[in-house]
């Protein structure tokens, strides 16, 4: 691309709103054909011109996949803009497809768990385990893209496919492991992009086929920075032996509607921090209310700067919910706290949006359960976007992709 200049080094930027859509200015003459040629190369930290580097953004939803959207149809049109789009809507299968088959989300915890038991048990496999983590392998590429991961909680998508598939294939670690180093560290870690991609590198997502990290392959989309030896990387990549069957799609649950009658709270997680286009102008707001910190990713705890990305992120959410509705941010990290935040506000509604299936849903349902029992009414808001897209996710990526420009009609984008 010829418009290095365009983009600041200090890339993903700052964690809120602001920030995001300043980005998504400067990076939208470069989502049309360029994108397309270029985005599979992986120039470094120092340069993230060819990508947008929003994933963190969107994931927190600072900024919301149809504003991307939007952007690079404005500017470039269906056809030009058709992988930058189909990128962004990547994100949306994946998140629909776990929405449609939540075993999967409860299988790979599970897994997760006994691996983490095997590293306790194992010292051989802990010492394995610890040297990739901490880019001590030896190996040229792999050991600096687990350090860049710890330093910056980013990474190109293309070195995390080589991550993985070096991670699967040649240092025979097990997949769960990286998957929740992945999700605890990347400051866009998601629950559906990210397990969902391993499993899809280590052949358990799509049936016969696996990603194979290739010397060749890193040489040429690295730009020379990194060439591996070939004889060190794993000359095949066998699908992994799939434990579990993949269960058959299950239904996208309807978005609620708040009772407009009854004074509210917003209730917000990380995972959606644009109160200001959650549809609730009619309803008579009170307060917001939210977790300082971000919902776990894992039993061994949120990275450093992944955790501070998400905090901020959630501040920002807050307090711009706060401004737009002419109400206090009250920060309620405990369960007791959030009810006790309602109650000094004489609330009777708590609204907040679905989280998709993970992490943050499994806090929030047992949240829920507790606030509901206090006597509050929860009221759970679906975006237009996963309404409309995720039914659609019930078979490849390739059948969901067809759907788009009619969904886009639907939602007024074009
Ligand atoms: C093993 C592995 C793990 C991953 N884990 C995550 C994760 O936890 N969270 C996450 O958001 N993405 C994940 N991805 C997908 C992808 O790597 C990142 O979304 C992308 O690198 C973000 O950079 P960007 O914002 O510059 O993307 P751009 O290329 O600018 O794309 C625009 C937007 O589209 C979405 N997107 C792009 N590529 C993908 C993709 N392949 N899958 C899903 N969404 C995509 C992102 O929201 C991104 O911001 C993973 C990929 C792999 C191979």
Redesign the pocket.
């Known amino acids: 691309m010829s418009q290095p200049d365009l983009f600041p080094a200090a890339l993903p930027p700052a964690p809120d709103r602001k920030a995001g859509l300043s980005r998504l200015k400067a990076f939208t003459p470069a989502m049309g054909r360029a994108y397309a040629s270029e985005?599979n190369f992986d120039l470094g930290p120092q340069d993230r011109s060819n990508?947008?580097?929003?994933?963190a953004h969107?994931?927190h939803r600072l900024v919301q996949e149809a504003e991307?959207a939007q952007a690079a149809l404005s500017a470039h049109g269906l056809q030009a803009a058709e992988k930058?789009i189909q990128?962004?809507c990547?994100?949306t299968y994946?998140k629909g497809w776990l929405e449609l088959r939540s075993a999967v989300w409860a299988d790979y915890k599970a897994e997760r768990e006994q691996a983490f038991t095997a590293v306790s048990e194992d010292q051989a496999l802990a010492q394995r385990y610890e040297a990739a983590i901490e880019g001590r392998t030896g190996l040229e590429g792999f050991d600096a893209w687990a350090t860049e991961l710890m330093q910056t909680g980013y990474l190109?998508?293309h070195a995390?496919?080589w991550f993985?598939s070096i991670w699967i294939f040649t240092l025979d670690l097990p997949w769960v492991l990286g998957a929740d180093h992945?999700?605890r560290h990347?400051i866009?870690?998601?629950a559906a992009?990210?397990t969902l991609?391993?499993r899809w590198?280590g052949g358990l997502q799509t049936v016969g086929k696996t990603y194979l990290a290739r010397a060749s392959n890193i040489e040429k989309y690295t730009k020379g920075r990194f060439a591996p030896d070939p004889a060190s990387l794993a000359p095949e990549a066998p699908a992994l032996p799939s434990v579990h069957p993949i269960p058959s799609p299950g239904a996208i649950l309807p978005g609620e509607r708040p009772d407009p009658s009854l004074p509210s709270a917003l209730w917000l997680h990380d995972e959606d921090l644009h109160a200001e286009s959650w549809g609730v102008e009619d309803v008579d707001i009170r307060c917001v209310i939210y977790p300082s910190s971000p919902a776990s990713r894992g039993e061994a705890g949120l990275g450093a700067v992944a955790r501070r990305f998400s905090k901020a992120a959630l501040e920002d959410g807050a307090q711009r919910a706060a401004g737009r509705f002419g109400v206090k941010a009250v920060a309620a990290d405990s369960v007791a706290d959030q009810i006790e935040a309602a109650r000094s506000s004489n609330v009777r509604q708590l609204i907040t949006q679905r989280p998709c299936q993970g992490g943050v849903r499994d806090e929030r349902l047992k949240a829920q359960e507790r606030i509901e029992a206090s006597g509050l009414r929860v009221v759970s808001l679906t975006r237009d976007w996963d309404q409309a897209f995720h039914p659609f996710a019930t078979k490849g990526f390739f059948k969901f992709k067809t759907a788009i420009p009619d969904v886009f009609t639907r939602l007024g984008l074009n």
């Not at 990508?51 to 994933?55: E, M, R, V, W």
């Open positions: 985005r990508i947008s580097c929003l994933s969107v994931r991307l930058f990128e962004v990547w994100r994946w190109h998508n995390r496919m993985a992945f999700l990347l866009d870690g998601d992009s990210n991609s391993w590198v």
